[in-house]
Structure formats: structure tokens, C-alpha cells
């Protein structure tokens, strides 16, 4: 049985590896998105394997049914992005490879140094299965739990609210008091009789054209 | 076997305002949606009651000075000190939605989430001013922390407003970071998130021997981490940086409502778990903080000093503000309690009326809130600039305005408390500080108007100036109501009791 | 009617509140100009009315009893803190308090004709009225709290009022420098403030009753500090020396002494009456009723401190003063040295001698404020002595009352000016053994008040004899509204004299239940001594501009004097370029660090007049770009320095 435990630890261990490089290196920035989602379902693999099944199940749940989603939303509202002239690995690739290598290695050595290798001891009686955390969640957790559902509810509300796209509103820079005066004249032709203005609140203050909004902050 | 859930004896009172202002804003939410029109002005006054509503149920659990209840396996307290915040929090959040009301309809930005919304947030604030666990603690960052990046961001005709939007939701991100870190640090460390489970257990293990134990050490540098995510929250120098871009890209009322209740909550929070679970840590975050408090009060004023544009004038004083308020936190446990919430509701009523005053200039499709529009403003709407002088001066802390009493109890609390030297710089800082308050008032009253601005008025405006003003020069002339109410206000420093 | 002193400040707040709200809309620019004076001065006058009632009643008590404090509500009231909003009288409150009453309502009533024709004259009403309001409590208050809001309150008014014309550029640019400057002094009063709450418990001047309980006051109790010491190691210092240094340095920012005198000729841009009543009569001696009022909290080291300043300030002003063309500044500078004279007097121990001449003082200052007023009225604004000359036959009641208050700053028997200037140098010289430095501030004290002569004289023959050297103009006798407030000020200054004479000492005697001290000892050796050093220098003063320079002043030009004197007499001119140090070492660092913050911390915060320093940073911090820069990036990469920072200071420190 370790053997093949073994033997689908090393193709599973393969496959995040092999996932995880194409993410980074395939030109199409979609198909980087779904070599990500390989990656996850390698991640989950590996919790199974170490007889965390609750956790397997959170992780496709989470990072598989929600970030990738996400991260594959944002990508296609994102236009433009895969510029095909673009290459792929900048200027000074090596340089910052060689960085992240030693900031990389000097995390990992020492641990994989000083850990003392036990994987295959006997199991520990589970410590947080999805028994436990239900217990958890109606018992000593229970206001944390109610308050994360408004938290929820609140972000929710929010990412509608940003994302709502009314073609009507959006995007229309709103009108000084001002430009609406100039606009209306425009629309309809002033009839010689009519007074230059028809607000003489803002007659006396803005002869010359608004401020545009960009100049915000003009000094004293 | 059958599970047998037993959900433990819960004492209702304990979250019973936060419980009411988030079943209203979740009612509401659902009455906004079959409001017939685009008028969304009954939303907003539908708030203002669950607001009012709020405030009568914390009055009516508040409990007697001295005691306290808990419950939900301790997670939240209910003492005095936390309903008198939570009555200056819902007023901060009903001047916001007064001031609003109309600012929405005028800038074309109008929805009816948005009130529910600045509910959510109040509701996070009640939270965090109420929690004694890390858990709730952080939520209550969340729940806040999400609504404003979307409040934040509501002005969506501006880009500006949207890039605030996301500079806060990245910079919030990254500070939540460290916030989370430090939560699992202290976890590793003392295995607990129970603030008086924290500071018992470093009582005791400091208390054993001379070697500093790994766990404390654990717990220490969580609490650091802890610290500098409420120091963003608080905008200390230098996490400051997102404040003046946030507050002028966002809705003036939003600014407003950021620039007090966050404060307010945030520090309420961090005065808890200073005092509840790193009090063993004095000699440690003192210096911290008093380092970050003096840096804070001389960036923030100085930096005021040469703002043409208000908005971005009152960004930086808060940041000075949030100086003066971390010296009241820093003597928690003498008088700091006290000067901490003296000092926020006498800030809340001169910032918010300051704020309001600005609303009344800002012009639609504009964005200069620039100074030269209240040159002259004494001739025109003489009325109007008394009141934003009375603001300035209490910002300034001039007697006879709350804001000098906030001053002199947040000094007093701290001289007694040894902390001469930062006695000094908070008297030296606010000398600065008058320079820029003062020349708004010089300006108001000493120039000629530079252009004609018609200042805008409704009702909710009036009424915010108005209980504005007479709150700042009421306290400021028979603050002795107020300091016995702050007086009862005290952190539960145990369970029960 | 002790009871009901809590009218004296009510009365001018109520001509304040008509004034703001109501008297603002009158349509009609006659009847609001009427109205606004009508309705300052009365409110004044009947202030004054109570006040003298009040004053009377005192003196009715037995002298033990003279202290009746009325509290009217509980300011303040934590665990170990009860400050009442109280007011008190005491002889010495009632004496500051007929001051500021009575030559407030006969500024007031000058100001009714020098005001007509502008036309914001309510607000200026308003204003003045506030200002009478806030210094009444500053000298009514019954606690260091109560002192310290009227203290603030003048200061803004003040600020108020100096920049009241304010379409004259300078008239902003003094009221900011005011203000910005009195801060200084505001800042170290709290600091004060601090320290006595927190070694006293109490903030009250004496012990208070509120509701039947008792409130221990300061002053009566200042043995618990004695011997207390605070400091650094190797250095200690007695905590009396530094709560009196701290007050100190609030005195010399509200009383312009040395080092932060430099704002009051300045000042002199607002209205002439303001000048008369905040800038001569009232306000600047705040500080001297500061110290006269704490004066138990004084260690002789700070009271060595206090006399040097004020004889400095003494000498320096009055040489600044020798040297100016202006009317104002001339007078502005001589009230710096009189300020001077009042606190080195305080310094010396001699209150009723320091409370005796600011009495004075505040009587023959703002008679010639109010005369050189009626001159500038009379000449259409003119201000500059070398265009006036001869104006003695066209303004006939100016120039003699003007006389008479300039003989009676010179110290000319038996004006009031003589006889409290008089017990100050007598009282020097009588104790010189005192101590090594009382000697040395005597010399310094009689010649400034030669000098004081001379330029008085000086001034006299420049604006009052001679021929007229500028004929722009028509010089005429100001109304009889401003020049009959004048007579009563020039009755008053032949008369102060009399409430410290040597013999009768009636000051001493009802200051005595808060001094303590005995009478002065007049010395007709000093007197005489005095009289004729202030006679022949202010002779010579006259002799040289009516006589023997008279055709040598013209319009612009140099004064005759220097020609011999030179640079000394630039020196002087520029009152020893104390403005200009400060204008070249403080006031660039501290625009330089504000350009600097708005420029590298926040490129969008650059205010017009810092354009050129904003750019010049701008310039230097071009390759290090800016920090306030909208990226997210640099905000993140603060705070993660910061963290970094944090993190660092708690591994080391552990």
C-alpha cells in the first residue's frame, strides 16, 4: 500500500509542478487561468492522500469553485490583456530568478534540514473533521459564524453595487451647474428675446468655461 | 450516533444592539428593493430610525457602571464603556446619513444600498468596540473594512472615487494581512484568543522566570503585528498614506463618517486588547506608541499646513487627531479610558460639522474643495461661518469648545501618567495646528469672496450643524454631564463581575 | 449686588449676540451704523455701571472679607478635578475690572465717530464687544481654566480686529503674526495649566464653595510645592521654577516682552481705537495681572528671570522707539517698554507698584492712542510724522490733551505717570542690596524712561510744532464725539496720581488682602532725580526736532540724528532686527518644512505663496520622487518599512 501511496504522491507531485510551470509560461492568459485550476485539484489530491478528506473538499470548494472563478471573471472583463507582443519573461528575468531562488532556499533548507521525517506514522485521530467544525461552529463559535453571514451579506450587497453597469449613469462625468446652462442652451436655440441666462445665480461667477474636474486641488 | 447539537445558554442583551442594527439593515436592504421610484430619500430616514431604534435598545440593556455580562463563550462583553460607544458611534453614523440624504440625490449618485450599508459598517463598529476575542475582533475589522471600500467607491461617476476605492481595498488588504498574521501568532503563542485568557497567560509565564518564554515571545510579536494593523485602520504616520487620497475620492458624507467612526472603533478595539490582554506589555507598545503618536501628531498638522484643498486639509488633521487619541490610549488604565472617549465624541461633533459645512460648498461635477470658497463666507452666510469657526477652533482646541477639554483630559490623563515629554509635543503640535484652522477662519472672515458659491442647504445639513455647534460649545462651556457619563464608562477587565 | 457680578461680562456678550445677529441685517447703512454703536456702547457703559456698584460694595466689606466668588455652574467635574465657571472680585479683579470697563466705554464712544462711514461697522462692534467680554473673564475668573479662556478669547479677538481692514495686505499678514505668535505663549499657559492640576489637584485661584463643599484653591496652598523638585540627572529644578517660567513665557507672548514682543507694532495695522483699548490699555497687560495673580508661585530664580526681561524689553522698545517715523509705532513701541517697567516691577517683587502703573498706563495710553487716532482721523490717514508738523493750532483740543498724556508717559510731576513710574525706580534703587541684579536694572530702568522722555518729546515737536511739510491734506479737530472721551482721559491722567500717592498709598492698602505688601517708600532724592532727567531729555527731544532740526525734516527723508548715529540709529529703527533674526531663521525653517512636507509628501498641497519653495524642493526631490504620490505601491512600501521598523525596535529590545 505505501508504494502506491508513494508512486500517486510522485505523479500527483509531478502534476502541481508540471500545472504550476505552465501557468506561468503559456502565452494565453485563459489557459493560464485553467492550468491554475490543475494546480488546485493537485493540492486537493495531496490532502486526500494524507487522509484530509474535509480539507480536500474545502479546498476544490474554495479555491476551484470561487478564486478561480474569480480570477478567470476578472480575466475575460479584462480586455486587451493578451497582447501577443508582449514577451512573456522580461528584461531582467535572470537576475530576479536568481533572488527569489536564494530568498526561496533560505526558507526551505533549513526546514527541510531540521524537519524530522515521519509521513507515514500513524495517523492522528482527526483533529478537525467536518463533524468537529460543525460542532464547533454551533457551540463555542457560534457568534463568529452568524457574524462571518453578515460579513458575507455586506460584501455581497458591495459587489453588486460596484459592479452594476447602468449604461445610463455610468461613466457620465456629472455636470457643473455651469456646463448644464451651456448644454440646455445648445439643445434648444435661444429665441432672441430670451435672457443671455437663465440662472442668474451662476451668471456672476463663471463667465469663462468650468474648471474641469481633473484640475482638482488648483492652488490658493 | 445522532449529532446532538446544544447550543449553550445565550445571553441575548449582550449583542442585542448590534443584533438590532443588523436585522434592520438586513430589513431594509429588503424594503429598499420594492420602494417604487428613484427616490431613495425614505431609505435613508427608514435608517435614521433603526439608528434611533438601536439607540434605545442599548440604553435599555446598558448595564450598571462596574458590572459587565458576557456570553457566546466570552467572546463579547457588555460593559459601559462598550454602550457609551456605541451611543457615539450611532451618532456619528446618524450624522452621516443626515448629511447624505441629499448629497446623494444632488451628485446623482443615488441607491438605496447605501444605507443599509453605512449600517453594516455601524454594526461592525458596535462589534469591534464590544468584542473580547481576536475572532470577532478581526471580523468586526472585515465587516467595516469591506462596506467602506465599497462606500468608498459609491461616488462611480469619478474615477477618483473608484480609485480610492481600490488603493483602500489593496492597502486594507495588506494591512488585514498583518492583522491575521499577528491573531495566529498570538494563537501559537499563548493558544488562546480570549483577550483575558491572553493577558492571564502572560501574567503567568512572565511571572515563572527571568528567561523570556517562547510563548510570550510568540505573543509579542503577534501583538506588534496586531498593532500595526489597527495603526492602518488609525492612520498613525506611517501607515497613513491611503488617508488624504481615500477621503478625497470618496463621498464627502463617507469621508466624514470614515474620518471619526473607524477612528473610534479601531481605537476602542486596540484600547481593549491593550489594556485587556498586552497590559503585561506596557513597557514594550508604550514606546511604540509613543514614537508613532509624536510622529503622528507632526506629520499630520504639518503636512495640513500649505492644503489649499480642504478635503484633503481635514485627511491630514484627522491623521493629527489620531495622534492626540493613541496619547489617551497609551494611558489606558489611569484616566486614558476616559480622555479616549471625551476626546472622540468632542471630535466627532467638530469633524462631522466641519465636514458638513464642506458638503454645503461642494458643487456638483466639482472637485476643488478648495479654501478660497470660504473666503469671504462671513459676509454672505454669516451663520454658516460661525459654525465652521466653532469647528475649527475646537479641531484647534480653543476653550471654550469640547475640543480644548478633549485636549486638556487627553494631556492631563497623560502627564499623570509620566508621559511629559509627550505632553510637550501634543501642546507644540497643537500650537501648529492652529496656524492651519485659523486661516480657514481668516479666510472666512478677513477676505473678499474669491467666486460666488451658493452654499446648499436641506434639512439634514441644518440639523447636523446645528446639534454640531451646540454640542461643541455645550461641552465646551458644562462638559461635567458628559465626563460623569465617561467617567462610568469602564472596560470590563475580567469575565462577569 | 456682589451677587450679581455676573452681569459685568453678560452685558457686553448681549451687545455682542444684537450686534451679530441683528444689527448685521438692518438694510439701511445709517441706521445699522447707529444702531451697532448705540448698542456697544450701552452694553459697555451699563457693564461699567454694575461694575463700579460691585466695586463700591467691596470696599463696604471689612478687608479680610474682600474676596466674593460667585459660581455659576460646575465647569468641570472628574474624580479629582472640580473646576467651577465661576467669577470672582477681589481688589485686585475690581480694579482691572474698572479699567477695562471704563476705558473700554470711552473707546467705544470715540469709536462711534472715528468708525463712521465704514461700512462693516457692526462687525466691528461685535468684535470689540466680544472683546471686552473675554477680558473681563480673564480677569474675573475665579480659576486658571476661566483666566485661560478669557486668555484665549482676547487673543482671538485681537486676532480679529488687527486684521479688521483687512483689504490691507499688512493687516492679514499682523493679525496671522499676532496670533501665531501668542500661541508660543498659549501653549506653555497649558502646559502650566498641567503641571499645577497636577501638583495642586486644583485649578482655582482660592478656596471655592460649590454646593456647601469646598474646593482647595492654589495659591493659598503653595507650601506644598516648596522644596519639590523635578528634573534631569545632574540637574534639578524646584517645580515653582518651572510652572512660573512656563507662565512666563506665556506673559511675554501676551504682554510683548522680550522674546516675543515683535508682534505688537505690527499690530498697529488695526483700527486705532482697537490699538488704544486691546493693544495699550487692556489685553497686553494680561500677563502683568497673570503674574500679579500667581505671584505666590514665583521662586526668586524666576523672579530674577521676570525682572531681566522686562528691563530689557524696557530698553530695547524704547530705543526702538526713539527711531520710528510712524505716530503708532512710536507709541506702539513705548507701550513694549512700559510693559517692560510693569513686569521688571513684578519681577522685583513690587506688585501694587506694577498694578499702579499698568492703572496708569492704561489711562495715558489710550489717551494718546486715541489722540495720535484724532490726528490720523484729522490729517486723512496719515501716519507718518515728517508729513504732519504744526498741527497744534488746527487740532486744539488733541494737541493739549495729547500734551498731557505725553508728559505724563515722560514722568512729569504730578502726572499719574510720574508717580507710579516714580515707585518702580525709587523701590530700586531703595533695595538695591536685594540682590546683584537690581542695581544694574535700575541704571537700565531710569534711562529708558529718559529715552521715554525724549522721544516723547521728539514726537511732540514733530507732529504738534513746526510748519506742515505735506499739504495733501487739510488738517482738521476731530468731532466732538472722539475729542470729549479724550478731556475725560486727560481729567483722569492729571488724576490716577492720585490712588498711590506716597503718604495716602490708598492702592497699597486695598490691594493689601491680595499683596501683602507694605507701602513704597518714596524717596524725593530719586524724584527729583528723575523728574529733572525726564525733563531735560524730553526738552532735548523737543529742542532738536522744533528747534534746532525743524528745517531739516522733510518729507522721506532721513532723520537729523542720523547722521551721527548711522547704523545704530537703523539698528534701532528695526527695534534691534529682532523681527528680522526671526524673519531669517525661524520663519524660512518653518515655511521650508511645510514646503517640504507639501512638496515631497504631498505634491497636490502647494500653496500659492510657497509656490518658489515648493519648487525648489520639487527640484530637489526630483529623483527621489515624491512620497505622497498615489501609487499604492509607495504607501505599501512605507508601511512595510514601518513594520519592519516596529518589529525591529521589539526584537532588540527584548
Known amino acids: 500500500m505505501d508504494l502506491v501511496v508513494q508512486i500517486m504522491f510522485g505523479v500527483t507531485g509531478l502534476l502541481i509542478l508540471g500545472a504550476a510551470f505552465m501557468v506561468v509560461s503559456v502565452r494565453n492568459i485563459i489557459h493560464a487561468a485553467l492550468w491554475l485550476i490543475t494546480c488546485f485539484f493537485g493540492i486537493a489530491m495531496l490532502y486526500l492522500l494524507l487522509q484530509a478528506e474535509f480539507l480536500a473538499i474545502v479546498q476544490i470548494l474554495l479555491y476551484i469553485g470561487a478564486v478561480a472563478v474569480l480570477v478567470l471573471f476578472a480575466v475575460m472583463l479584462t480586455r486587451q490583456i493578451d497582447d501577443p507582443d508582449e514577451p512573456v519573461l522580461f528584461q531582467r528575468w535572470r537576475s530576479t530568478l536568481l533572488i527569489t531562488a536564494i530568498l526561496f532556499a533560505a526558507v526551505l533548507v533549513p526546514t527541510i534540514y531540521n524537519h524530522n521525517w515521519l509521513i507515514f506514522a500513524d495517523p492522528q485521530p482527526a483533529f478537525a473533521g467536518p463533524r468537529e467544525l460543525g460542532f464547533a461552529f454551533m457551540n463555542a463559535y457560534l457568534l463568529p459564524f452568524q457574524i462571518a453571514a453578515v460579513l458575507l451579506l455586506a460584501a455581497l450587497v458591495g459587489a453588486i453595487i460596484i459592479a452594476m453597469e447602468d449604461q445610463e449613469q455610468r461613466r457620465v462625468r456629472v455636470l457643473t451647474l455651469a456646463e448644464e446652462v451651456a448644454l440646455r442652451g445648445e439643445r434648444e436655440p435661444s429665441p432672441p428675446t430670451r435672457p443671455a441666462n437663465p440662472q442668474p445665480a451662476s451668471s456672476s461667477s463663471n463667465p469663462t468655461p468650468p474648471p474641469a474636474p481633473e484640475q482638482a486641488g488648483e492652488g490658493a | ?497 | 449686588m456682589l451677587d450679581l457680578i455676573w452681569l459685568i461680562p453678560l452685558l457686553p456678550f448681549i451687545g455682542f449676540l444684537i450686534n451679530t445677529l441683528y444689527t448685521g441685517r438692518i438694510a439701511d447703512v445709517h441706521t445699522r451704523e447707529r444702531t451697532a454703536g448705540y448698542v456697544a456702547v450701552g452694553a459697555v457703559g451699563a457693564a461699567f455701571i454694575v461694575a463700579l456698584l460691585a466695586f463700591v460694595q467691596l470696599g463696604q466689606l471689612p478687608e479680610e472679607a474682600r474676596l466674593h466668588q460667585v459660581v455659576l455652574w460646575t465647569w468641570l467635574a472628574t474624580g479629582s478635578l472640580n473646576v467651577p465657571f465661576g467669577l470672582m472680585l477681589d481688589p485686585l479683579a475690581g480694579v482691572m475690572m474698572l479699567l477695562v470697563t471704563g476705558v473700554g466705554t470711552l473707546i467705544h464712544i470715540y469709536s462711534i465717530g472715528y468708525m463712521h462711514g465704514d461700512k462693516r461697522v457692526a462687525r466691528y462692534f461685535a468684535y470689540l464687544n466680544l472683546f471686552i467680554t473675554m477680558m473681563l473673564l480673564l480677569v474675573m475668573g475665579n480659576n486658571l481654566l476661566l483666566l485661560f479662556l478669557g486668555w484665549e478669547g482676547v487673543g482671538l479677538c485681537s486676532f480679529l480686529l488687527i486684521g479688521y481692514w483687512y483689504e490691507k495686505r499688512s493687516a492679514s499678514g499682523a493679525a496671522v503674526k499676532a496670533f501665531v505668535v501668542n500661541r508660543i505663549g498659549d501653549a506653555a499657559i497649558l502646559l502650566a495649566m498641567m503641571a499645577i492640576f497636577f501638583y495642586f489637584g486644583t485649578l482655582n485661584f482660592f478656596t471655592t464653595t460649590v454646593n456647601g463643599i469646598e474646593y482647595p484653591g492654589f495659591i493659598e496652598e503653595t507650601s506644598r510645592i516648596a522644596g519639590v523638585t523635578v528634573g534631569i540627572p545632574g540637574q534639578t529644578f524646584l517645580i515653582g521654577t518651572i510652572i512660573s517660567l512656563l507662565l512666563l513665557i506665556g506673559v511675554t507672548g501676551k504682554s510683548a516682552q522680550l522674546p516675543l514682543f515683535v508682534w505688537l507694532p505690527d499690530a498697529m495695522a488695526g483700527p486705532t481705537p482697537v490699538s488704544a483699548l486691546i493693544h495699550a490699555a487692556t489685553m497686553v497687560t494680561a500677563g502683568v495681572y497673570l503674574i500679579a495673580r500667581t505671584h505666590a508661585i514665583f521662586t526668586p530664580t524666576t523672579l530674577a528671570i521676570v525682572t531681566w526681561v522686562g528691563a530689557l524689553t524696557a530698553i530695547i522698545a524704547a530705543t526702538a522707539a526713539i527711531a520710528q517715523w510712524d505716530i503708532k509705532r512710536v507709541l506702539a513701541y513705548s507701550t513694549v517698554s512700559q510693559l517692560g517697567f510693569m513686569v521688571a516691577a513684578a519681577g522685583m517683587g513690587i506688585y501694587v507698584a506694577a498694578i499702579f502703573h499698568l492703572l496708569t498706563h492704561g489711562v495715558f495710553k489710550a489717551l494718546l492712542f486715541l489722540g495720535s487716532g484724532s490726528v490720523i482721523h484729522g490729517t486723512h490717514e496719515t501716519q507718518d510724522m515728517r508729513r504732519m508738523g504744526g498741527l497744534r493750532e488746527h487740532m486744539p483740543t488733541t494737541f493739549w490733551t495729547y500734551l498731557i498724556g505725553a508728559l505724563s508717559l515722560a514722568g512729569i510731576v504730578p502726572l499719574a505717570g510720574f508717580w507710579s513710574k516714580d515707585e518702580i525706580i525709587a523701590h530700586a534703587w531703595k533695595h538695591q542690596g536685594d540682590a546683584g541684579y537690581i542695581l544694574p536694572v535700575f541704571f537700565i530702568l531710569v534711562l529708558s524712561s529718559a529715552m521715554t522722555a525724549f522721544y516723547m518729546g521728539r514726537q511732540m515737536a514733530l507732529v504738534f510744532w513746526g510748519k506742515q511739510r505735506d499739504h495733501h491734506y487739510h488738517p482738521h479737530e476731530s468731532p466732538s464725539v472722539m475729542t470729549i472721551p479724550l478731556v475725560i482721559l486727560a481729567g483722569l491722567t492729571v488724576l490716577a496720581g492720585a490712588l498711590n500717592l506716597p503718604g495716602s498709598h490708598w492702592l497699597t492698602d486695598w490691594l493689601h488682602p491680595v499683596m501683602r505688601e507694605e507701602a513704597a517708600q518714596f524717596s524725593i532724592g530719586v524724584a527729583v532725580f528723575a523728574t529733572l532727567l525726564a525733563a531735560g531729555s524730553g526738552y532735548l527731544g523737543w529742542w532738536l526736532y522744533a528747534v534746532k532740526f525743524a528745517n531739516k525734516i522733510t518729507v522721506d527723508g532721513k532723520d537729523p540724528l542720523y547722521h551721527w548715529t548711522g547704523d545704530i540709529w537703523d539698528s534701532m529703527a528695526a527695534a534691534w532686527y529682532f523681527d528680522a533674526l526671526y524673519n531669517s531663521t525661524i520663519v524660512p525653517a518653518y515655511r521650508r518644512v511645510a514646503g517640504f512636507f507639501a512638496a515631497v509628501f504631498d505634491p497636490q498641497g502647494i500653496d500659492g505663496i510657497v509656490n518658489g519653495v515648493g519648487r525648489l524642493f520639487g527640484r530637489a526631490s526630483n529623483g527621489a520622487r515624491t512620497l505622497q504620490n498615489g501609487f499604492v505601491r509607495t504607501y505599501a512600501l512605507a508601511f512595510f518599512l514601518g513594520v519592519v521598523v516596529i518589529i525591529g525596535y521589539l526584537i532588540t529590545a527584548l
Open chain 2, 1 to 497: 450516533m445522532p449529532p446532538e447539537i446544544v447550543i449553550p445558554a445565550i445571553d441575548v442583551r449582550v449583542i442585542a444592539p448590534m443584533l438590532t442594527i443588523f436585522a434592520w439593515a438586513t430589513v431594509l436592504l429588503m424594503v429598499d428593493l420594492f420602494m417604487p421610484g428613484k427616490d431613495r430619500k425614505l431609505t435613508g430616514y427608514l435608517a435614521l430610525a433603526g439608528l434611533a431604534v438601536t439607540a434605545l435598545v442599548t440604553l435599555a440593556v446598558q448595564p450598571a457602571p462596574g458590572t459587565s455580562r458576557t456570553s457566546f463563550s466570552n467572546m463579547v462583553v457588555l460593559d459601559s464603556f462598550g454602550t457609551t460607544l456605541t451611543l457615539i458611534l450611532l451618532l456619528i453614523a446618524a450624522f452621516s446619513i443626515a448629511i447624505s440624504i441629499n448629497y446623494l440625490s444632488y451628485h446623482n449618485i443615488e441607491m438605496g444600498e447605501y444605507y443599509p450599508l453605512i449600517l453594516f459598517a455601524t454594526g461592525g463598529m458596535i462589534l469591534l468596540g464590544q468584542s473580547t476575542n481576536l475572532i470577532l475582533v478581526f471580523l468586526g475589522v472585515e465587516l467595516l473594512s469591506i462596506t467602506l471600500y465599497v462606500l468608498t467607491a459609491f461616488f462611480y461617476p469619478r474615477y477618483t472615487s473608484e480609485e480610492a476605492g481600490l488603493k483602500y481595498l489593496l492597502l486594507g488588504a495588506f494591512a488585514a494581512g498583518f492583522l491575521i498574521y499577528g491573531i495566529a501568532l498570538i494563537y501559537g503563542g499563548a493558544g488562546t484568543l480570549d483577550l483575558f485568557e491572553i493577558g492571564a497567560f502572560l501574567n503567568t509565564s512572565l511571572a515563572v522566570g527571568s528567561a523570556f518564554p517562547p510563548g510570550a515571545l510568540l505573543v509579542l510579536i503577534g501583538g506588534a503585528l496586531v498593532l500595526i494593523g489597527f495603526c492602518f485602520k488609525i492612520s498613525l504616520v506611517p501607515f497613513h498614506m491611503w488617508t488624504p487620497d481615500v477621503y478625497e475620492g470618496s463621498p464627502t458624507p463617507v469621508a466624514a463618517f470614515m474620518s471619526v467612526g473607524t477612528k473610534g472603533a479601531a481605537f476602542a478595539a486596540l484600547l481593549r486588547i491593550l489594556i485587556v490582554a498586552l497590559l503585561p506589555f506596557k513597557i514594550y507598545w508604550l514606546p511604540v506608541l509613543g514614537v508613532l503618536a509624536t510622529l503622528t501628531m507632526l506629520f499630520g498638522n504639518i503636512a495640513a499646513l500649505m492644503q489649499p484643498n480642504m478635503k484633503r486639509m481635514l485627511a491630514y488633521s484627522s491623521v493629527g487627531h489620531a495622534g492626540y487619541i493613541t496619547i489617551g490610549i497609551m494611558t489606558a488604565g489611569t484616566h486614558g479610558t476616559e480622555s479616549f472617549l471625551f476626546y472622540l465624541l468632542a471630535y466627532a461633533l467638530a469633524n462631522m460639522g466641519a465636514f458638513a459645512v464642506l458638503i454645503t460648498l461642494e458643487r456638483r461635477g466639482e472637485m476643488a474643495w478648495s479654501v478660497d470658497d470660504f473666503a469671504g463666507l462671513w459676509k454672505r452666510y454669516p451663520l454658516l461661518a460661525i459654525a465652521m469657526a466653532t469647528f475649527m477652533l475646537s479641531l484647534a482646541g480653543v476653550p471654550p469648545t469640547a475640543g480644548f477639554f478633549g485636549k486638556f483630559f487627553v494631556f492631563a490623563a497623560a502627564w499623570e501618567d509620566g508621559q511629559i515629554f509627550l505632553v510637550f509635543m501634543g501642546v507644540l503640535s497643537s500650537a501648529i495646528a492652529a496656524f492651519f484652522y485659523l486661516r480657514v477662519i481668516m479666510r472666512m472672515f478677513m477676505d473678499e469672496p474669491v467666486r460666488e458659491v451658493i452654499p446648499i442647504f436641506n434639512r439634514g445639513l441644518t440639523i447636523t450643524i446645528g446639534i454640531a455647534v451646540v454640542g461643541t460649545i455645550v461641552f465646551g462651556l458644562l462638559p461635567t454631564p458628559l465626563v460623569s457619563l465617561v467617567q462610568n464608562s469602564v472596560i470590563a477587565l475580567g469575565v462577569g463581575g
